[in-house]
């Protein structure tokens, strides 16, 4: 390690959960969770485990990933990443139900021979429960694991890991699946990965849920389908017991080895709002180091089992990539990649870069509230203090038709500063909200009238938990649109539901009259402030 230069983490700031990390000669690369997002999973890409970039999200195809429907955090839980003999393995969930007492998980495969692809069409591999994880043993054969979901009452809905042999030859699970794993006194036992080291396989295993008592344990056997012991000092990490540390959540974990033997783990994280606990950007992954001691069991390096702030990077050279740019005046042809949108890919029928050059033309289709086909082009909130910035033309015909900004948790938790028609006020602006399912107007059911305007300048300024709206006519003079609004809501620990993913920021369009009225953006601006 290079005692000169450190790691701040989380190193993946905002809503990039359960990290999966694999090391390809020099390359390094992580994938996290996207749940209902679209294109399907995140990764990021380093060289030197300080300095990340996003490089790809694989799953771009409804035939790879079909999340028309599914519920809010439903869709890619927990992929796991590999790698062996030139190809690439992607293993990951979709998740299309979980507010019930079942859970409907089927587990997928795809591969590639390169990390930017193409990938292939899914290998269905099974649905007993999620967190599938592959592993590749040195004598060539392959082994799936995941948790089990039981669904009978008075059980622990938390089975246990089990094991099956995966055959490349005929791309499916053969063999019967072992439990080889009930997890321990934590509970919640999840997110298996399998590592070899000196003859001994080594279970990785988050446990303690997903909340405050998160946290990692490790197991070790001789033989792979077990009897599997705990580490000596279980949990080997979690924040638990300590709010006061700097990142909190800590659990679902990953290793890595670099190409000097030093060895890293990866695990997810959050950061609550000051003073509350609420964390808006919800989960993010952070990293530091391990080592191996003489009992051959591994530890947290800096000597007890806490998440740091900083941490000892490697020995490696350093290698910084571009920043991504602030504002995107979407003069290009394609989205820029920090995009994303709910459940589907948008087609040509729903925006176009290319019909106005210069411009992004959303098509409006359903409400804000849809589960199926709503029109939103958003990204990741990742600093606590940000202000968002763009300009519209929009000329609704009805009250039914509306567009604008929206800074948006999911379906049941978002604000929104749109602009629509009031037979008497006409083009005008109001904010709407959703509120754990509640919907709330919070101008008291009024509007601001925009005096017959087509174009307005829309802004949303976030500090900490507070979140302002403006809007401006000319993009000088810019107005307040109603007092500050409870930006915490927009965080896991607020929702009523399951919830797993983070606040976004972006732009929407809806017409519910069926007639597809559009909405052109000329340019979109994300600062972040310190």
Known sequence: ????????????????????????????????????????????????????????????????????????????????????????????????????????????????????????????????????????????????????????????????????????????????????????????????????????????????????????????????????????????????????????KTGHADLVETQHGDWYITYLCARPLPGRERCIMGRESAIQPLVWKDDDWPYLASGDNRPVLLAPAPNLPEVKWETAPSRDDFNDSKLNIHYQTPRIPLDDSDFSLTERPGFLRLKGAESIESRFRHVIIARRQQAMRYTATTVMEFAPESFQQMAGMTCFYNNRLYYYLCMSKDERAGNCLYIQTRDNGEVKYPLNNSVIPLNGATQVYLRADMDYDQLSFFYSLDGERWLRVFDPLDASILSDDYHDEWAFTGAFVGLCCQDLTGSRKSADFDFFEYIERI
């Open 1 to 248: 390690m290079d005692s000169s230069r450190t790691i701040t983490n989380p190193i993946l700031k905002g809503f990039n959960p359960d990290p999966s990390i694999i090391r390809v000669d020099d390359d390094y690369y992580i994938a996290t969770s996207t749940f209902e997002w679209f294109p399907g999973v995140q990764i990021h890409h380093s060289k030197d485990l300080v300095n990340w970039r996003l490089l790809t999200r694989p799953l771009t195809r409804v035939s790879q990933l079909d999340m028309r429907g599914v519920p809010n955090s439903g869709g890619i839980w927990a992929p796991c990443l590999s790698w062996h003999n030139g190809v690439f393995y992607l293993i990951y969930t979709n998740v299309l139900e979980l507010n019930g007492v079942t859970r409907d998980t089927p587990n997928y495969m795809v591969t590639a021979t390169d990390i930017m692809g193409p990938w292939s069409e899914p290998i269905y591999l099974n649905s007993s429960g999620f967190d599938p994880s592959l592993f590749h043993d040195d004598d060539g054969r392959k082994w799936l694991t995941n948790m089990i979901w039981d669904h009978r009452p008075n059980k622990n809905r938390f089975y246990g890991i089990t094991l099956q042999e995966y055959s490349p030859e005929t791309q499916e699970l053969i063999g019967k699946p072992k439990l080889i794993f009930r997890g321990t006194e934590l509970g919640c036992t999840e997110a298996p990965h399998i590592y070899k080291r000196n003859d001994y396989y080594y279970l990785i295993t988050a446990e303690g849920g997903t909340s405050w008592q998160h946290a990692v344990t490790m197991a070790r056997s001789r033989h792979i389908s077990g009897p599997y012991e705990v580490h000596p000092m279980n949990p080997l990490l979690t924040a638990w017991g300590d709010k006061t540390l700097p990142v909190l």
